[in-house]
């Protein structure tokens, strides 16, 4: 299945994407069940309700868009009207629109670590964003006049269908709900605004002896990294979707190859194969510590260079695309505020 969140009639809504639209799930149920009693489980009112219900009310979300497919399939009629919205009615949404936990992985391909001259990684490193602001498919990127210099790039995400604790690499797969792409924006504004604030490299990062201090791990030489990701939890948002692709539907989450593209013109190509630590050994480890929860947003980290570079002022008509084998294209146009360089 894919998950997606729309807007669509002014009301904000759920369902299945099929090739040119969308199943809306709850009305689909009600349809369903009409002039008939329903005992069973109720569908809630978001996608974000529905994965906290975990297996119980995927399994429902399932049944109710086979049996409509399978009507409109067997010629028996088409998909009623007010249960399916084709996509040039609809507005997208992030499919998960408030997550209240975005994990990003650190330095987890080989390009990064050769290029920082640091050791392969023992345990997954990770940054996170509390509450972080999304953005859909389609939905404007707007980069305000004080955002100054800002990277982006594309990454594979997991969503969790199911938390837990001590859950092991072995079992991992059955926690994961399924994936979705993620465009990873940062900025750089800490820069000039509160350099006292930004992490340091360890004197030991520095000097290049990076098994004497571990901390240097979290951090690049080259970057304010973690100051530019927390940047982007109150700031700048992350587009996310188009959708969740369920995990049943991709063969091999670490055989994709990711395009990134700014404005049709590729910036990266790169391949999910890069990964070193993998999500069932990332979700073990997380879970040794903590308990993950269902609607837990894990994402893969860079797959290539560290971040792409955003460009000193977008013109108008210009977009942020990031296309993942498997699970399709998030495309997301961009309102630049930012002062526009002389001629």
């Known amino acids: 299945m894919r998950l997606v969140t729309y807007f669509v009639e002014g009301d904000l809504r759920y369902g299945v994407a099929l090739a040119n639209g969308v199943i809306d799930l709850p009305a689909a149920q009600v349809l369903i069940e009409s002039g008939a009693r329903a005992d069973g489980p109720r569908l809630p009112p978001t996608l974000g309700e529905l994965v906290q219900m975990q297996d119980v009310g995927i399994d429902l979300a399932r049944e109710i868009a086979g049996r409509m497919e399978d009507a409109a399939n067997a010629g028996a ?21 408030h997550p209240s936990r975005m994990f990003s992985l650190r330095g987890n391909n080989p390009i990064l670590l050769r290029l920082d001259n640091l050791p392969m990684p023992q345990h997954p490193f990770l940054t996170m964003r509390y509450h972080g602001k999304v953005l859909g498919h389609q939905e404007p990127m707007t980069l305000r006049a004080a955002d100054g ?66 901390r240097a791990l979290w951090y690049s030489p080259r970057d304010e990294h973690f100051a530019g990701k927390f940047y982007g939890t109150w700031s700048m948002p992350q587009p996310i979707g188009p959708w969740i692709v369920t995990a049943d539907e991709i063969a091999d989450p670490y055989d994709l190859v990711v395009h990134a593209r700014e404005s049709g013109t590729p910036c990266d190509t790169v391949t999910t194969a890069a990964m070193i630590l993998k999500f069932p050994e990332v979700i073990e480890f997380m879970s040794s510590f903590m308990t993950l929860k269902a609607g837990d947003i894990i994402s893969s980290g860079a797959l290539g260079w560290h971040t792409i570079p955003g460009r000193e002022y977008y013109p108008p008509g210009s977009n942020f695309e990031i296309e993942i084998e498997g699970i399709g294209i998030l495309q997301n146009p961009i309102l630049d505020q930012r002062k526009q360089p002389p001629a």
């Open 77 to 97: 009629r088409e998909i009623p009207k007010e249960v399916y919205f084709p996509f040039d009615r609809i507005e997208w949404r992030a499919p998960l629109r």
């Open 149 to 214: 210099e800002i990277g982006w790039g594309a990454e594979l995400a997991v969503v969790l269908g199911r938390g837990g604790r001590h859950i092991s690499a072995s079992s991992a797969e059955k926690h994961i709900l399924g994936y979705t792409a993620i465009n990873d924006m940062n900025g750089s504004v800490f820069r000039s605004i509160a350099p006292e604030l930004l992490p340091r490299p360890s004197d030991a990062h520095a000097n290049g002896n990076i098994e004497t201090d571990k």
